[in-house]
Nanobody, 122 residues
Framework: QVQLVESGGGLVQTGASLRLSCAAS????????MAWFRQAPGKEREFVAR????????DYADSVKGRFTISRDNAKNTVYLQMNSLKSEDTAVYYC???????????????WGQGTQVTVSS
């Protein structure tokens, strides 16, 4: 059982930056592909970014491409999401997730964190 705990959310203004962190409980963290999803009020949870086990591959939603960067430190069992040039439409609860396969489909992720709120005010 992998436990994931996100941190780093907050209230920022348009154009600001935030870095989210997600700490995993397991030393087997390196066995999982990791991803970030987000869910805005009244909307479905959507894919934001994913990263392969050894960081060889990344993938981003079109809406965040060029502004967000996903990375991981397997020695620290942590995945990050650097968010730059934030927009009001980035406001959502952000979740990290772990999967044993390479996928953008949220139903195929095995473990989820509790989420961290990001609010971008204009």
């Amino acid at each position: 059982q992998v436990q994931l705990v996100e941190s780093g959310g907050g209230l920022v203004q348009t154009g600001a930056s935030l870095r989210l962190s997600c700490a995993a409980s397991e030393r087997t963290f390196a066995n999982y592909a990791m991803a970030w999803f987000r869910q805005a009020p009244g909307k479905e949870r959507e894919f934001v970014a994913r990263l392969s086990r050894r960081s060889f591959a990344t993938d981003y939603a079109d809406s965040v491409k060029g502004r967000f960067t996903i990375s991981r430190d397997n020695a620290k069992n942590t995945v990050y999401l650097q968010m730059n040039s934030l927009k009001s439409e980035d406001t959502a609860v952000y979740y990290c997730a772990a999967a044993t396969i390479w996928t953008t489909e949220r139903y195929e992720y095995d473990y989820w964190g509790q989420g961290t709120q990001v609010t971008v005010s204009s």
